[in-house]
C-alpha cells in the first residue's frame, strides 16, 4: 500500500512539474507575442518573454529571501529563452492559436499562484503573505512584460487575473490548514478553483467595473 502511495505522489509531482514548464512556455510566449507587436529584435523577444515567463517567481524568491528557482534549475531559463526565440520565427502560428494560448496561460496562472502560496508557507511566511506571494508568482511576470513593453498593465485593467491567483492562493491556504488531505490532493483542488475563477472570466467576459471620472 505505501508503495502504491508513494508512486501515486511520484506520478502527481512530475505532472505538476510538466504542468509547471508548459506555465512558463505559454508565459513566454504571450509575453513575446507583445514584443512581437512592438516589433522587437530576437534579444528583445528574449528579454520580455523570458520576463514575462520567470519574473514573478523571481520577485517572490528575491522577497523571501532565497535563490531564484532557475538558479538551482536552468530548465526554467532555458525553456524560457527558446520559447521566446521560436516566437520571433512563429509569432504568426502563435498568433492563430490564441485561444488555446488564453486556457493555457489561464491553467499556469493558477498553478503559480498555488506553487507561489506553497513555497512561501514552507518558508514559514504568514497566510496573508502566502497569498500574497501566490499572486505576485501568478501575475507579476506579466506587470513586468507590461512596463517593458509601454503598454497599461493588465493587471490593473478590469481583468479578473490577479483576483483568480488570490483565490486560488487562498483556497490552497484553506485545504491545507483545515483538511487532512495530503498535499497532491490539496495542490489539484486549489489549482482547479483558481482556474475555475479565470475561466469563468473568459468564457462570460467577467470584469471589475472601471472608474470614469465624472
Known amino acids: 500500500m505505501t508503495e502504491i502511495v508513494q508512486t501515486i505522489t511520484e506520478t502527481?509531482?512530475?505532472?505538476?512539474?510538466?504542468?509547471?514548464?508548459?506555465?512558463?512556455?505559454?508565459?513566454?510566449?504571450?509575453?513575446?507575442?507583445?514584443?512581437?507587436?512592438?516589433q522587437m529584435d530576437p534579444v528583445g523577444f528574449m528579454v520580455v518573454g523570458t520576463a514575462t515567463a520567470i519574473g514573478g517567481g523571481t520577485l517572490r524568491d528575491l522577497v523571501l529571501g532565497v535563490r531564484p528557482v532557475w538558479v538551482d534549475d536552468p530548465n526554467y531559463l532555458i525553456i524560457s529563452l527558446m520559447a521566446s526565440l521560436a516566437t520571433f520565427w512563429a509569432a504568426k502560428a502563435f498568433t492563430r492559436l490564441s485561444p488555446l494560448l488564453v486556457w493555457l496561460d489561464a491553467l499556469g496562472m493558477a498553478l503559480f499562484a498555488v506553487a507561489g502560496a506553497q513555497k512561501a508557507t514552507a518558508l514559514g511566511a504568514p497566510p496573508i503573505v502566502a497569498v500574497v506571494m501566490g499572486v505576485m508568482t501568478a501575475s507579476f511576470g506579466g506587470l513586468i512584460r507590461d512596463i517593458f513593453c509601454g503598454e497599461q498593465p493588465l493587471m490593473f485593467h478590469r481583468e479578473i487575473y490577479a483576483t483568480a491567483a488570490a483565490i486560488g492562493a487562498l483556497a490552497w491556504l484553506g485545504f491545507h490548514l483545515m483538511t487532512p488531505w495530503d498535499a497532491v490532493a490539496t495542490t489539484f483542488l486549489a489549482v482547479a478553483v483558481g482556474f475555475a475563477v479565470r475561466g469563468a472570466a473568459i468564457i462570460w467576459g467577467l470584469h471589475f467595473p472601471q472608474y470614469r471620472p465624472r
Request: zero cysteines; hydrophobic letters at 65%.
Open 12 to 38: 502527481a509531482a512530475q505532472v505538476i512539474t510538466v504542468i509547471d514548464f508548459v506555465g512558463i512556455t505559454v508565459f513566454a510566449i504571450t509575453g513575446a507575442l507583445v514584443a512581437a507587436r512592438k
